[in-house]
């Protein structure tokens, strides 16, 4: 046979090896689709949608675990959602139109100035302190069994 002859038939055999693959996939992914959806909703979103609830919950107390070097250190007795410090409320990213075109420049944080923000966390204990940290850390609804001191105390008893 002709090499050429032997080239196009291996190629064609793999053209269709590939399409049935292809096409085998696409039907699984789509079968979970429909299951997922014929029952509703799927356990990840649930388990956002329950994630969510929490964190906007300005009176969920949680227990914020501090680590240094994989070490626990102390914990905090927390009011609200944990967030970062690099968060911000405005956009980061601003559009200026001019005559020369429309250049994307950096925004300046809420307290004004330009640059990262500060790393890592910060959160509200449960009378009101803010602390900072940017510690590894472990957020708990519950306290765990961790023998560690309270960093913080409240003063409210």
Do not use: W
């Amino acid at each position: 046979m002709n090499k050429r002859i032997i080239t196009t038939i291996i190629l064609a055999v793999s053209l269709v090896f590939s399409a049935t693959a292809c096409s085998g996939q696409a039907a699984a992914r789509e079968a979970a689709q429909k299951a997922s959806t014929s029952t509703g909703e799927t356990q990840e979103i649930k388990n956002l949608k329950r994630k969510k609830e929490l964190e906007e919950n300005p009176n969920t107390i949680r227990y914020l675990y501090l680590y240094s070097y994989g070490q626990p250190i102390g914990y905090y007795i927390t009011k609200g959602k944990i967030s970062s410090n690099g968060s911000q409320i405005g956009p980061e990213l601003e559009v200026l139109r001019d005559l020369s075109g429309n250049p994307v420049v950096d925004s300046p944080q809420d307290d004004g100035s330009f640059g990262d923000g500060d790393p890592g966390i910060f959160f509200f204990t449960v009378d009101g302190a803010m602390g900072v940290t940017n510690f590894d850390y472990q957020q708990f609804d519950h306290p765990i069994n961790i023998n560690v001191p309270q960093l913080y105390e409240s003063k409210m008893k």
